[in-house]
């Protein structure tokens, strides 16, 4: 009776861990194939805003964005 319960929260947590193991892979691969801003993206949002952006600009906001991901 305790080996079952034993074997029961041993293969629980090592599903768990295999579960977040493979999501996380799985997340990484999505967000490197469709990162989720471009630099078209953030062009349009500043002239949204009101200004015109420059290369240098947009070279900026795209690598501060990167550095958070």
């Known amino acids: 009776m305790l080996w079952n319960l034993l074997y029961l929260l041993i293969g629980v947590v090592v599903g768990a861990v295999a579960g977040f193991l493979v999501a996380r892979h799985?997340?990484?691969?999505?967000?490197?194939?469709?990162?989720?801003?471009?630099?078209?993206?953030?062009?349009?949002?500043?002239t949204q805003m009101g200004r015109t952006p420059s290369q240098k600009q947009v070279n900026q906001?795209?690598?501060?964005?990167?550095?958070f991901m």
């Open 61 to 67: 906001m795209m690598k501060s964005m990167n550095k």
């Open 26 to 46: 799985l997340m990484q691969k999505q967000l490197k194939e469709h990162p989720p801003i471009n630099e078209q993206m953030i062009k349009a949002m500043m």
